[in-house]
Nanobody, 130 residues
Framework: QVQLVESGGGLVQPGGSLRLFCVAS????????IGWFRHVPGKEREGVSCIGFTDGNTYYADSVKGRFTISRDQAKNTVYLQMDSLKPEDTAVYYCAADWEANVKTMCVITSVRDQFDYWGRGTQVTVSS
């Protein structure tokens, strides 16, 4: 089955850390750009961080720069999002997506292209609360 599956979400206290996983099955992430997005009900979906799976180029939203790190493991066909110094405002459902055409900045910043991404996962909940 061709799909992206996110995991690693959970409940964490402010200042804590979580590591999210985005695993692709049924296809190779080579030559795709992969992005992490988050959504809070009532707000627009936000591009958090994006990475070129083959070239490793990265992009970070200003809201997470210096706290989140995106990386990939080509052997495991997996993209990670290491989230440190978490804040309550990081609480959201986090989704990963893969697209063949959009570059990492376009993928993360331009909202109008998101409906055209090749694959979306179903999301994992991250809650930052004391």
């Amino acid at each position: 089955q061709v799909q992206l599956v996110e995991s690693g979400g959970g409940l964490v206290q402010p200042g804590g850390s979580l590591r999210l996983f985005c695993v692709a099955s049924g296809f190779s992430l080579d030559n795709y750009n992969i992005g992490w997005f988050r959504h809070v009900p009532g707000k627009e979906r936000e591009g958090v961080s994006c990475i070129g799976f083959t070239d490793g180029n990265t992009y970070y939203a200003d809201s997470v720069k210096g706290r989140f790190t995106i990386s990939r493991d080509q052997a495991k066909n997996t993209v990670y999002l290491q989230m440190d110094s978490l804040k309550p405002e990081d609480t959201a459902v986090y989704y990963c997506a893969a697209d063949w055409e959009a570059n990492v900045k376009t993928m993360c910043v331009i909202t109008s292209v998101r409906d055209q991404f090749d694959y979306w996962g179903r999301g994992t909940q991250v809650t930052v609360s004391s």
